[in-house]
C-alpha cells in the first residue's frame, strides 16, 4: 500500500511560486520521491494524494508530455504515479485515479454523493411499460437476464436474483469513483459517477453519467467523440463511438456501438453491432447485428441476428399502448423493408420477407421462410438448411467472436443442429404431417397460424427435416463410437449408454447458451431457495452447464435416436449401428449437394450484372472473377464444400468399415 507524508514548506513554498493554491496545505499529501517540478498552476482541496512524476507520454505525432499536472483543480482526488492531467476547465472531485493515466482537456469528472456508478438501474426491456425490467450490474451475463426477463412466472427466483444484484450493488456503492491505471481522456465534456477501467480510452465524449466501463488489459474500451451515456455499464472490449447515444443500457463483451446509432432500455450482449439505426426496449443477446439508418428494433428478442434495411417493427395495437413483445429466435434475420407486427415469434434459423401482421408463430418450424405474397403471409418450411448463407452464417460466428477478456461473462453455443433445433424440427414433422392428415394430401395449400404452406413446400420441408434429423443424430453416434475399435456389440452397447441423466426432456436457448431445461429449473429454485449468495456463482453454474454440453447432448441424442429409429434399447444390433451411419452419410452428402447448388446461384449471369463496365462478355467474366476471388470452382466457400462432402464420405466409409466389422 503507497505510503503518503506532508508536505515540507520547501515544497509548498515552490508550489505557491508555480502558481498552486491550496484550502488547506495540511490536506495534501504525497508519496516518496515526489517532486514539485511538475505541477503547476494547480488548485487543490479537501483531502489530496499525489504521486511521483518520472513519466514521459508520447503522443501521437511524436510530441513529448511530462507527466505532472497542470492548470487543473482538484478536489478530494488520489492521483497515481506518472500521471499527467492538463487543462481541467471546471474540476475533478471524489476520484482516485491509477498510475500512468493521462487527462487532458476536459470540463469537469466528479463523484457526486454515494454512486452505484450503473449497478443497479432497471432496464425495461421489451415491454417499454415494465413487468420485464432487468436490473443491470458488471457481471450481467445474456443467460441472467433472459431468466429476469423472461421468466417471471418464477417470482421466487425474481426476488432472489434481485436479493443477490442488489448485494452487488451495495458492494460497489461508494461516495468515491474510480479512474483505473492507464486510463486515457482527452478532449471530453462532462464525466460523472462513472467508474473507469484500466486502459479504457475515452475520447472527445460529449456527456457520460452514472455508469460504470469495464476496461481492462486484456480488453480495453473505446469510447468515442460526442458519445452521450447515461445510466449504463459497457463492458470489456466494446467500442461505443460516433455520437452514438445510451440510456439505460447494458453494452456487452466486445459489443460495438457507432454512427450515431441511439439506443434506450436495451441489452446488447456478446459481439452485438449497431450503427446507424435505432433500438427501443430490445434484448440483443450475442451476435445481433444491425447498420441501417432506416432500421428500427423495438420491443423484441434477437441473437444471432442480421437486420436487414428497413426492418421495422410495431409493439403496439393503438389501444393499451406499447406493450406487446416479439420473439425472434436465435439466427433468425431480416429482409430489407420487413415488418412484423408484436406479438410474433419467429422460429429459429428463419429468414423474414415482405410485411407481417397476423401475429405470427412459427417456433417450431425452424430454418423456414416467411414470406409475403398478396397482403398473404406465407411459410416455406425448411428450406434454410439447403441454403448457403445459413452455413456461411455459421462458419463466420465462432470466427467474428471478438472477445479479448480471459473472464468472459457469456456463454456461446454456436451449434447449427443441436437439441434444441432438433427437437423443433421433431415438433415440425409432427405438424407437418397432421396437417396432410386434417386436409388431405392433395390440398393446394394447408393453413398454419394465421399463414399459409403450399402443398409443395410442405413436403420438401419434411424432406429437409428428415435429412437435418439423420444428420445430428449421426453425428452424435458416430462422435460417441469413435473410440470403439469394432463391431463387438457389447461393448458398443456399453459406449451407447448415457453417461448421467441429465439431458432428458425439453432443451432451451437461453440467449445463447443450449441446455437442458432440467439445469435451468434446478438453477432457479437454488436461486429462489437462497442456496446462491453472489452474481458470479450464478455464472459460474452457467459455465458449468456450457461445458458439459456434449455429455448432456448425448443423454437427449439417445432417446432420441430409439425413438426416431425404432430401436430396442436392449437390444440393439450392429446392423442397426450401421443403418443409422448409412442414413447420415447421406443425409450430409445431400444437404452438401444442396448447399452447393445454392451456391452456384451466386455465379449465375444475372448475379454478373453490373460487373464488366464498358466491356464485353469476356471482360464481365474477368471483373466478376478478380472481385469475387474466382469462378464458381475456385471459390474458396464452394471449394470447402467440396472438401466437406469429401472428408465426411472418409469418415463415415472408416465407421461403416471399423464397426461393421463381424
Not at 426477463?149 to 443477490?164: E, F, N, T, V
Not at 436495451?266 to 453491432?273: A, D, R, T
Request: glycine share 8%; aromatic share 10%; net charge neutral.
Amino acid at each position: 500500500m503507497e505510503k503518503y507524508r506532508k508536505l515540507t514548506a520547501d515544497e509548498i513554498y515552490a508550489l505557491q511560486s508555480q502558481m498552486c493554491t491550496a484550502s488547506d496545505w495540511n490536506e495534501v499529501e504525497v508519496s516518496e520521491g515526489f517532486a514539485t517540478d511538475y505541477v503547476v498552476n494547480t488548485r487543490f482541496s479537501g483531502k489530496v494524494r499525489l504521486g511521483r512524476f518520472r513519466k514521459e507520454f508520447v503522443m501521437a505525432g511524436g510530441i513529448r508530455k511530462h507527466s505532472g499536472l497542470y492548470h487543473a483543480t482538484l478536489h478530494n482526488v488520489t492521483v497515481g504515479d506518472d500521471c499527467c492531467i492538463e487543462n481541467v476547465k471546471n474540476y475533478i472531485a471524489n476520484y482516485d485515479i491509477g498510475h500512468d493515466s493521462f487527462i487532458e482537456n476536459v470540463d469537469i469528472i466528479l463523484t457526486d454523493g454515494l454512486s452505484s456508478f450503473g449497478n443497479g438501474v432497471e432496464v425495461s426491456v421489451l415491454n417499454e411499460t415494465g413487468g420485464r425490467e432487468v436490473v443491470i450490474h458488471d457481471f450481467l451475463s445474456a443467460h441472467q437476464a433472459y431468466m429476469m426477463a423472461l421468466y417471471r412466472h418464477r417470482p421466487d427466483m425474481i426476488a432472489g436474483l434481485k436479493r443477490i444484484i442488489s448485494a452487488y450493488v451495495e458492494s460497489v456503492t461508494s461516495d468515491t469513483g474510480t479512474i483505473a491505471p492507464n486510463v486515457t481522456i482527452v478532449d471530453a465534456g462532462y464525466i460523472k459517477n462513472v467508474k473507469i477501467g484500466a486502459y479504457c480510452k475515452i475520447e472527445g465524449t460529449a456527456r457520460l453519467k452514472n455508469g460504470s466501463i469495464n476496461s481492462n488489459v486484456h480488453a480495453p474500451v473505446h469510447i468515442g467523440v460526442g458519445v452521450i451515456g447515461d445510466d449504463f455499464i459497457i463492458s470489456s472490449g466494446a467500442s461505443v463511438e460516433d455520437r452514438s447515444t445510451i440510456s439505460r443500457c447494458f453494452i456487452g463483451q466486445a459489443c460495438h456501438i457507432g454512427t450515431t446509432y441511439s439506443a434506450s432500455d436495451s441489452l446488447f450482449f456478446s459481439n452485438c453491432y449497431g450503427a446507424n439505426g435505432e433500438a427501443c426496449a430490445i434484448f440483443a443477446g450475442p451476435f445481433t447485428v444491425t447498420h441501417h439508418k432506416s432500421t428500427l428494433l423495438i420491443a423484441g428478442m434477437f441473437s444471432f441476428m442480421n437486420a436487414g434495411s428497413g426492418s421495422n417493427q410495431s409493439n403496439h395495437m393503438y389501444k393499451l399502448g406499447p406493450i406487446h413483445q416479439g420473439i425472434m429466435e436465435r439466427g433468425a434475420k431480416t429482409a430489407s423493408d420487413s415488418y412484423l407486427l408484436w406479438p410474433a415469434k419467429v422460429g429459429a434459423f428463419s429468414l423474414v420477407m415482405g410485411r407481417h401482421v397476423s401475429h405470427q408463430d412459427t417456433s417450431d418450424l425452424p430454418f423456414s421462410y416467411l414470406i409475403e405474397q398478396q397482403n398473404t403471409s406465407y411459410i416455406i418450411p425448411g428450406v434454410n438448411l439447403r441454403s448457403v448463407g445459413t452455413i456461411r452464417d455459421a462458419q463466420k460466428w465462432p470466427k467474428r467472436d471478438g472477445r479479448t477478456d480471459p473472464d468472459r461473462l457469456d456463454c456461446i453455443n454456436y451449434n447449427l443442429l443441436s437439441p434444441y433445433t432438433i427437437q423443433k424440427m421433431l415438433n415440425a414433422v409432427r405438424i407437418l404431417k397432421n396437417l396432410v392428415k386434417v386436409s388431405g394430401p392433395t390440398s393446394d395449400t394447408y393453413s398454419y397460424q394465421s399463414a399459409k404452406i403450399k402443398n409443395s413446400s410442405l413436403h420438401k420441408g419434411l424432406r429437409y427435416y428428415d435429412l437435418a434429423i439423420n444428420k445430428f443424430l449421426g453425428n452424435s453416434l458416430i462422435k460417441r463410437l469413435e473410440t470403439v475399435s469394432d463391431g463387438n456389440i457389447d461393448a458398443i452397447r456399453r459406449r451407447l449408454m448415457p453417461d448421467t441423466p441429465v439431458g432428458k426432456g425439453q432443451w432451451v436457448d437461453i440467449s445463447g447458451l443450449i441446455v437442458p431445461k432440467s439445469e435451468i429449473d434446478a438453477l432457479i429454485d437454488d436461486i429462489g431457495n437462497g442456496r446462491l449468495s453472489d452474481v458470479r456463482e450464478i455464472n459460474a453454474r452457467f459455465a458449468g452447464m456450457h461445458a458439459n454440453y456434449y455429455t448432456y447432448e448425448w443423454t437427449w441424442a439417445y432417446d432420441r435416436m430409439i425413438e426416431y429409429y425404432d430401436l430396442d434399447p436392449e437390444n440393439i444390433t450392429v446392423d442397426d449401428v450401421v443403418r443409422i451411419a448409412e442414413k447420415w452419410k447421406e443425409s450430409v452428402v445431400a444437404l452438401d449437394r444442396m448447399v452447393y447448388e445454392d451456391a452456384r446461384k451466386e455465379f449465375s449471369l444475372s448475379a454478373m450484372t453490373g460487373f464488366g463496365a464498358d466491356g464485353d462478355s469476356v471482360q464481365k467474366n474477368r471483373d466478376f472473377e478478380e472481385v469475387r476471388g474466382g469462378l464458381f470452382d475456385s471459390n474458396t466457400f464452394v471449394r470447402a464444400v467440396l472438401e466437406h462432402i469429401k472428408i465426411k464420405s472418409a469418415l463415415g466409409d472408416e465407421f461403416l468399415g471399423r464397426i461393421g466389422k463381424r
